[in-house]
């Protein structure tokens, strides 16, 4: 099977970019940041805390995440029930980065993504996909622009989903939900070895989309 990793910080375009490459190639784009935040939606509607590591660790053995897709797109099923429009709180958000240093969460849900990539060509984004979950990608991508571009972009993407924002609030937490996935103790979010960076602050989705093709061709040529 074939396979691409694109690991970066939020807002860097890897969910928008990870599926035109996916249609592009005829692979199934995986969005391991569903996961987490799914987890994440679990405990918040149980009413534990991010920093009740143990209840966490026992509630995972309870939680069943599963993927299905529906015209192409990405469909989260937590124990059976379609989630795909309660993740993207901020408060799921939050609670997410929180969550995903804990050890038991993340070894239920790379296990998960490993057993897709083996059934299926894949070009899967997150944080720890090239570092740790597919080591062996056929090509790894870093993907990732400064923080106030990141920031722009989310605040676009909330105006134009109607939600009331500030952009400053945007960037503060854009900066502290990086400071904790690149500080975690497992699985720390950092560029691989062999990943290649691509930095999108000046690029457009589409040359972006191109680069990454080229990429691929050129690492599995
Ligand atoms: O990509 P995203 O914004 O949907 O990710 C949500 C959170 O999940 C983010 O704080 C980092 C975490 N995450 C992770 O730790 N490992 C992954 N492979 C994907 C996401």
Same mark, same amino acid.
């Given at each position: 099977?074939?396979?691409?990793a694109?690991?970066?910080? &939020?807002?860097?375009?890897?969910?928008?970019?990870?599926?035109?490459?996916?249609?592009?190639?005829?692979?199934?784009?995986?969005?391991?940041?569903?996961?987490?935040?799914s987890?994440?939606?679990?405990?918040?509607?149980?009413?534990?805390?991010?920093? %009740? %590591?143990?209840?966490?660790?026992?509630?995972?053995?309870?939680?069943?995440?599963?993927? %299905?897709?529906?015209?192409g797109?990405?469909?989260?099923?937590?124990?059976?029930?379609?989630?795909? &429009?309660? +993740?993207?709180t901020?408060e799921?958000?939050?609670?997410?980065?929180?969550?995903?240093?804990y050890?038991?969460?993340?070894?239920?849900?790379?296990?998960?993504?490993?057993?897709?990539?083996?059934?299926?060509?894949? +070009?899967?984004?997150?944080?720890?996909?090239?570092t740790?979950?597919?080591p062996?990608?056929?090509?790894? +991508?870093?993907?990732?622009?400064?923080?106030?571009?990141r &920031?722009?972009?989310?605040?676009?993407?909330q105006?134009?989903?109607g939600?009331?924002?500030?952009?400053?609030? +945007?960037?503060?937490?854009?900066?502290?939900?990086?400071?904790?996935?690149m500080?975690?103790?497992v699985?720390?979010?950092?560029?691989? %070895?062999?990943?290649?960076?691509?930095d999108?602050s000046?690029?457009?989705i589409?040359?972006?989309?191109?680069e990454?093709?080229?990429?691929?061709q050129?690492?599995?040529?």
């Open positions: 099977m074939r396979s691409i694109i690991d970066g910080p &939020a807002g860097a375009g890897k969910s928008t970019i990870a599926k035109k490459v996916a249609q592009r190639l005829g692979f199934i784009y995986v969005d391991t940041g569903a996961m987490y935040r987890m994440a939606l679990y405990l918040i509607r149980n009413g534990i805390g991010s920093g %009740e %590591e143990e209840k966490i660790a026992r509630a995972c053995k309870q939680i069943h995440i599963s993927i %299905e897709y529906q015209g797109e990405q469909q989260i099923l937590l124990n059976g029930e379609n989630v795909n &429009a309660y +993740i993207r901020e799921v958000s939050r609670m997410t980065s929180d969550v995903s240093r050890a038991a969460v993340r070894e239920q849900l790379v296990s998960l993504q490993r057993k897709l990539a083996e059934e299926k060509d894949v +070009i899967m984004d997150g944080r720890d996909i090239g740790c979950v597919l062996g990608a056929d090509a790894k +991508i870093y993907l990732t622009a400064s923080s106030g571009e &920031a722009r972009r989310r605040y676009q993407e105006q134009q989903r939600i009331p924002c500030s952009l400053e609030e +945007i960037e503060k937490d854009i900066i502290a939900r990086d400071e904790q996935d500080n975690r103790e699985s720390p979010l950092r560029q691989a %070895e062999d990943a290649v960076l691509v999108t000046y690029m457009g589409d040359e972006v989309v191109e990454i093709l080229r990429i691929y050129e690492k599995t040529a």
